[in-house]
């Protein structure tokens, strides 16, 4: 499938979204009437980016508390990476999914349905590995955890022509920063890189982070700051591999970017697309408005996550 024809599904599936800076007038975005009540709802709870450390990992393990469970997925343990396997009839490609968090929350249990549901989207085997999180163990150990994940992947039958490298906000950012790793070490490149609401910038220098901070019932620039701090643990946090917008993304795969248009990560995945295109990479940019951060995860909760995951899913497909 080419851009074009990404594009042309996008125009199919997106939610119609038009508005100015912040300080101008805002038109009302074209939702539908469960994603209003699901983000009502989901304002009611305490912002779980401002809980302290220990109570957030707990809240986390509830993370898809909303999204519909998966029919006909086969779960299985995958216990050479500390994660698990999402897998479904017919697959003959392979997703290697890292799970969002912000470096410090989240274990591939989080995400689990939402591998079912990408599995089925995609006709993949979906693999959500574990990896190391701060401020235990400070970047990069996360990359090299996620590395070694791709490389056992392939020693084990994973083909890089079938392997497309996922993921959500910090995972989302995870993935390219592999795939960043992957061309630095001569390693073999997958056939493509799919980041949802991903966290590329971890200096939070993107206008979004400012003109969205209004609407965005999820993050706020002090938590993901001070997330970005226990995971970088003095280093600098612009640096190629820990914010990929940074980056030199020239040899990449194709990328794919879906992000909601209410949330302050939205210049993440704006700059790094143009960054990719303006290096000679198939980059395509999703945003679905009046949608929130990973709003593709609460695939059967409201229409625009299920129409996310099917856009993926054709992306993978494609690629």
Known sequence: MSAASVLQLAELLIYESRFTDHHSRFFVPVISKQ???????????????AMPLAQAREADTRSEDFTSEPVGVNFMPASEVDGLWAEVPGADRTILYFFGGGFVLGSPDTRRKTAGHLALAARARVLVPNYSLAPEHPFPAAIDDAVHAYRWLLDHGGEPSKTVLAGDSAGGGLAVSVAIALRDRHLPMCAGIVAIS???????????ITSRAAVDIECTRAGLLEMAGWYMNGADQSQPLASPVFADLAGLPPLLCVVGGDEILL??????????GTAGIDATLFISGGMQHIFPIWAG???????????????????
Do not use: M
């Open 267 to 276: 210049d993440d995945s704006v700059r790094l697309v143009r960054n990719a």
């Open 301 to 319: 909760a409201f229409p625009e996550a299920d129409a996310a995951i099917a856009l993926v899913g054709k992306w993978v497909r494609a690629h």
């Open 198 to 208: 991903p966290w590329t910038d971890l200096t939070c220098s993107g206008e979004s």
């Open 35 to 49: 994603a209003q009540e699901f983000w009502a709802l989901l304002k009611t709870y305490p912002k779980q980016i």
